[in-house]
């Protein structure tokens, strides 16, 4: 988490989640995985689920999203300022 300050990744999965909110972690995941290279990795798909989950915690944990239901995610006005995000949020 580097004491605060959101790594790219948790950027880009706050990118994501403030053009299509609310969104479900499953759903975060299938957007991060199309953003990337295919694998031929086996265990890719299944890493990049689980590192989904892992961003969404993390950016709760720092006040940049909030729960919108079960397993859903809404940016907050931080997560917002943070990215210049104009969409989305409640």
């Given at each position: 988490?580097s004491d605060?300050?959101p790594?790219?990744?948790?950027k880009?999965?706050?990118?994501?989640?403030c053009?299509?909110?609310p969104?479900?972690?499953?759903?975060?995941?299938?957007?991060l995985?199309?953003a990337?290279?295919?694998?031929?990795n086996?265990?890719?798909?299944?890493?990049v689920?689980?590192?989904?989950?892992?961003?969404?915690?993390?950016l709760?944990?720092?006040?940049?999203?909030?729960?919108?239901g079960p397993?859903?995610?809404?940016?907050?006005?931080?997560?917002?300022?943070l990215i210049s995000c104009?969409?989305?949020?409640?």
């Amino acid at each position: 988490m580097s004491d605060g300050y959101p790594t790219a990744a948790q950027k880009e999965a706050l990118r994501l989640i403030c053009g299509n909110e609310p969104m479900p972690t499953d759903r975060l995941a299938e957007r991060l995985l199309a953003a990337r290279r295919p694998s031929t990795n086996p265990g890719y798909a299944r890493a990049v689920t689980h590192m989904a989950g892992t961003l969404a915690w993390r950016l709760h944990a720092q006040g940049f999203i909030a729960n919108s239901g079960p397993d859903a995610w809404h940016t907050t006005p931080t997560g917002r300022a943070l990215i210049s995000c104009t969409g989305g949020g409640s």
